[in-house]
């Protein structure tokens, strides 16, 4: 099946700093793709969709200034958490929707992100 | 509006038991598609199944089977002779024909005791 790289799987990071998270697909190119965020023990959240070339689509109630979404090629969309606090410390997982095989979603391996 | 049900928050069962995990769905969409995902401890989402709202023969991969049912719109997933590697949250999920977006179910975490 289609690869879905994220990266970092793991960050750290002091509180007011910001974290860049990437998600590229490998093998297809990705002109929407997708990021989710997960509380422990919850569901996922949608967050946004990214659509290469363009701006992000937010969820309601998801900070745009926050949360900064670029997809400036059809395999990389990065997530960035800006002014970072313990409160956004979360798992993030990103997926990508495939040309060719768009009735499915291929997944990331998910950020754990951990704000102290 | 669509919606996701999964009403098992918690299972918990012994090795080599019968388990069948339980979704219902919400949706307008005459066109729809619905899958499960593993979520093992480190996360990452393992894709199992696809169904598409036209086809509603049960399928069976392994140790692993799945009942649709549209008249109870349900789609279960029954893991037969359980092992403790099934040990995961399992999150079913729809998606409506023109819209990429997925609405989750709240996920259903097993447990499988040796």
């Known amino acids: 099946g289609a690869v879905v790289s994220q990266h970092p799987s793991r960050v750290i990071c002091k509180s007011g700093t910001s974290v860049k998270i990437e998600c590229r697909s490998l093998d297809f190119q990705a002109t929407t793709m997708f990021w989710y965020r997960q509380f422990p023990k919850q569901s996922l959240m949608l967050m946004a969709t990214s659509n290469e070339g363009s701006k992000a689509t937010y969820e309601q109630g998801v900070e745009k200034d926050k949360f900064l979404i670029n997809h400036a090629s059809l395999t990389l969309s990065t997530l960035t958490v800006t002014s970072a606090h313990p409160e956004d410390s979360s798992f993030y997982i990103c997926?990508?929707?495939?040309?060719?095989?768009?009735?499915?979603?291929?997944f990331g391996q998910g950020t754990r992100l951990t704000v102290v | 509006a669509q919606k996701v049900t999964q009403a098992q928050t918690e299972i918990s069962v012994v090795e080599k038991e019968d388990v069948t995990l339980d979704c219902v769905y919400e949706?307008?969409?005459?066109?729809?598609?619905l899958f499960w995902y593993k979520q093992p401890p480190s996360g990452e989402l393992v894709f199992l199944i696809r169904?598409?709202?036209?086809d509603e023969q049960n399928e069976i991969s392994g140790r692993y089977s799945w009942n649709f049912q549209k008249s109870t719109s349900s789609f279960n997933f029954t893991i037969t002779a359980s092992q403790v590697v099934d040990s995961a949250v399992y999150f079913c999920a729809l998606r409506g024909y023109s819209n990429y977006q997925l609405i989750w179910g709240a996920g259903t975490k097993l447990i499988i005791k040796p």
């Open positions: 997926s990508a929707r495939h040309p060719q095989y768009n009735t499915e979603a291929f």
């Open positions: 949706t307008r969409d005459t066109t729809y598609y």
């Open positions: 169904r598409n709202s036209f």
